[in-house]
Nanobody
Protein backbone atom coordinates (compact mmCIF):
# COMPACT_ATOMS: atom_id res chain seq x y z
CA UNK A 1 0.00 0.00 0.00
CA UNK A 2 1.33 3.42 -0.92
CA UNK A 3 -0.02 6.70 0.35
CA UNK A 4 0.52 10.02 -1.34
CA UNK A 5 -0.32 13.15 0.59
CA UNK A 6 -0.65 16.43 -1.24
CA UNK A 7 -2.20 19.86 -0.97
CA UNK A 8 0.14 21.47 1.50
CA UNK A 9 1.54 24.92 0.99
CA UNK A 10 1.97 28.35 2.48
CA UNK A 11 -1.02 30.41 3.54
CA UNK A 12 -1.68 33.38 5.73
CA UNK A 13 -3.48 33.08 9.03
CA UNK A 14 -7.18 32.69 8.49
CA UNK A 15 -6.69 30.92 5.20
CA UNK A 16 -7.72 27.44 4.15
CA UNK A 17 -6.10 24.40 2.63
CA UNK A 18 -7.43 21.06 1.47
CA UNK A 19 -5.12 18.12 1.87
CA UNK A 20 -5.53 14.95 -0.13
CA UNK A 21 -4.33 11.44 0.59
CA UNK A 22 -4.46 8.95 -2.26
CA UNK A 23 -3.97 5.28 -1.54
CA UNK A 24 -2.75 2.79 -4.10
CA UNK A 25 -1.72 -0.81 -4.12
CA UNK A 26 -3.55 -3.66 -2.45
CA UNK A 27 -6.42 -1.67 -1.09
CA UNK A 28 -10.13 -1.69 -1.70
CA UNK A 29 -11.80 1.34 -0.33
CA UNK A 30 -10.87 3.20 2.80
CA UNK A 31 -10.80 1.02 5.92
CA UNK A 32 -9.07 3.26 8.41
CA UNK A 33 -7.15 6.40 7.60
CA UNK A 34 -5.79 9.08 9.81
CA UNK A 35 -4.24 12.48 9.35
CA UNK A 36 -1.41 13.29 11.71
CA UNK A 37 0.86 16.27 11.97
CA UNK A 38 4.26 17.03 13.37
CA UNK A 39 5.29 20.57 14.12
CA UNK A 40 8.97 21.52 14.47
CA UNK A 41 10.30 20.32 17.78
CA UNK A 42 7.08 18.58 18.73
CA UNK A 43 5.78 15.05 18.73
CA UNK A 44 3.53 13.81 16.02
CA UNK A 45 -0.13 14.11 16.93
CA UNK A 46 -3.46 13.00 15.59
CA UNK A 47 -5.52 15.49 13.64
CA UNK A 48 -8.44 13.33 12.54
CA UNK A 49 -9.22 9.83 11.42
CA UNK A 50 -12.01 8.08 9.61
CA UNK A 51 -12.98 4.46 9.22
CA UNK A 52 -14.99 2.49 6.70
CA UNK A 53 -18.29 2.91 8.51
CA UNK A 54 -17.90 6.66 8.24
CA UNK A 55 -17.14 7.11 11.90
CA UNK A 56 -14.87 10.10 12.46
CA UNK A 57 -12.67 11.20 15.32
CA UNK A 58 -11.10 14.64 15.65
CA UNK A 59 -8.40 15.92 17.93
CA UNK A 60 -9.65 18.42 20.47
CA UNK A 61 -7.71 21.27 18.91
CA UNK A 62 -9.61 20.92 15.61
CA UNK A 63 -12.58 22.72 17.19
CA UNK A 64 -14.80 22.26 14.17
CA UNK A 65 -12.37 24.01 11.84
CA UNK A 66 -11.12 20.90 10.05
CA UNK A 67 -13.20 18.33 8.22
CA UNK A 68 -12.11 14.86 7.15
CA UNK A 69 -13.91 13.12 4.32
CA UNK A 70 -13.32 10.10 2.13
CA UNK A 71 -14.03 8.96 -1.38
CA UNK A 72 -14.01 5.17 -1.47
CA UNK A 73 -14.26 5.05 -5.23
CA UNK A 74 -11.03 7.01 -5.49
CA UNK A 75 -9.34 5.43 -2.46
CA UNK A 76 -8.79 8.94 -1.18
CA UNK A 77 -9.19 10.84 2.04
CA UNK A 78 -9.30 14.60 2.34
CA UNK A 79 -8.71 17.08 5.12
CA UNK A 80 -10.30 20.48 4.71
CA UNK A 81 -8.62 22.97 7.02
CA UNK A 82 -10.17 26.35 7.64
CA UNK A 83 -9.21 29.37 9.73
CA UNK A 84 -5.62 28.24 9.89
CA UNK A 85 -3.28 29.74 12.46
CA UNK A 86 0.52 29.69 12.73
CA UNK A 87 0.10 26.92 15.33
CA UNK A 88 -1.13 24.69 12.50
CA UNK A 89 2.25 24.86 10.80
CA UNK A 90 3.50 21.30 10.52
CA UNK A 91 4.16 18.40 8.22
CA UNK A 92 0.89 16.58 7.73
CA UNK A 93 0.92 12.85 7.22
CA UNK A 94 -1.74 10.41 6.25
CA UNK A 95 -1.59 6.86 7.44
CA UNK A 96 -3.70 3.78 7.10
CA UNK A 97 -4.31 0.61 9.05
CA UNK A 98 -5.23 -2.77 7.63
CA UNK A 99 -7.24 -3.45 10.75
CA UNK A 100 -10.98 -3.17 11.00
CA UNK A 101 -12.35 -0.58 13.38
CA UNK A 102 -16.00 0.05 14.01
CA UNK A 103 -15.34 3.46 15.49
CA UNK A 104 -12.68 5.97 14.55
CA UNK A 105 -11.99 6.68 18.22
CA UNK A 106 -10.59 3.15 18.47
CA UNK A 107 -7.93 3.81 15.86
CA UNK A 108 -4.60 4.53 17.50
CA UNK A 109 -1.38 5.68 15.92
CA UNK A 110 0.45 2.50 16.92
CA UNK A 111 -1.91 0.51 14.73
CA UNK A 112 -1.16 2.43 11.58
CA UNK A 113 0.58 0.16 9.12
CA UNK A 114 1.42 2.48 6.24
CA UNK A 115 2.46 6.11 6.18
CA UNK A 116 2.72 8.66 3.44
CA UNK A 117 5.67 11.01 3.15
CA UNK A 118 3.86 14.05 4.42
CA UNK A 119 3.00 17.43 3.04
CA UNK A 120 4.19 20.67 4.59
CA UNK A 121 1.70 23.27 5.73
CA UNK A 122 3.08 26.68 6.64
CA UNK A 123 0.82 29.33 8.09
CA UNK A 124 2.18 32.83 8.45
CA UNK A 125 0.81 35.54 10.72
Amino acid sequence: VQLQASGGGSVQAGGSLRLSCAASGSIKGIDAVGWYRQAPGKQRELVANIVRSGSINYADFVKGLFTITKDDAKNSVFLQMNSLTPEDTAVYYCATSIGVFTAASMLMEKWMDYWGKGTLVTVSS
